[in-house]
T-cell receptor, first 113, second 109 residues
């Protein structure tokens, strides 16, 4: 199993600022996933973060807007840059291992004014 | 057409009723996951299936690989079962997941 500590749990930010979300896992994992969940929608994958290499971004998401760090096998950050109200969402990190259940952080509820 | 379709989108039932949520997918998969999301955003993994059937307490999940279909059943439903239930599939050879749009379940006392 894996326990993921995600913070902050929620934040209210001003337009044009940036917010960094952190996820700490209690065991080493190769891949970490960052998701966005817009109001009333399901989860959309932003990027996959591998230790020691640049993150792989999905279509519609770019590094300048969502820079990701993965300095070791237990930690990752996602930054939401130059925020606008359209970035108001829940952001979640997740880990999985082949053949195992999924594990999610508790989510970061972001509101941009 | 989405690769993962869930039905119904919303379901309201009385406490004690037997609940069924369905998930159909159109791609080859290595595993199918059922997730539960409570208000506030936290997501809990209920089941991971690659074949057959699994049971945990009042929850039962089944999958039919040939028909590309899975069901989540809740027996003796309770108001604390009220949540959004999400089906997600892992594609063969790929750790990335594709998510259904979720089923919002409300159990009335």
């Amino acid at each position: 199993s894996a326990v993921i500590s995600q913070k902050p749990s929620r934040d209210i930010c001003q337009r044009g600022t940036s917010l960094t979300i952190q996820c700490q896992v209690d065991s080493q994992v190769t891949m970490m996933f960052w998701y966005r969940q817009q109001p009333g929608q399901s989860l959309t994958l932003i990027a996959t973060a591998n230790q020691g290499s640049e993150a792989t971004y999905e279509s519609g998401f770019v590094i300048d807007k969502f820079p990701i760090s993965r300095p070791n096998l237990t930690f990752s950050t996602l930054t939401v840059s130059n925020m606008s109200p359209e970035d108001s969402s829940i952001y979640l990190c997740s880990v999985s291992r082949v053949g195992e259940k999924l594990f999610f952080g508790s989510g970061t509820q972001l509101s941009v004014l | 057409k989405n690769e993962v379709e869930q039905s119904p989108q919303n379901l309201t039932a009385q406490e004690g009723e037997f609940i069924t949520i369905n998930c159909s997918y159109s791609v080859g998969i290595s595993a199918l996951h059922w997730l539960q999301q409570h208000p506030g955003g936290g997501i809990v993994s209920l089941f991971m299936l690659s074949s057959g059937k699994k049971k945990h307490g009042r929850l039962i999940a089944t999958i039919n690989i040939q028909e590309k279909h899975s069901s989540l059943h809740i027996t003796a439903s309770h108001p604390r079962d009220s949540a959004v239930y999400i089906c997600a599939v892992g594609r063969s050879g790929n750790e990335k997941l594709t998510f259904g749009t979720g089923t919002r379940l409300t159990i009335i006392p």
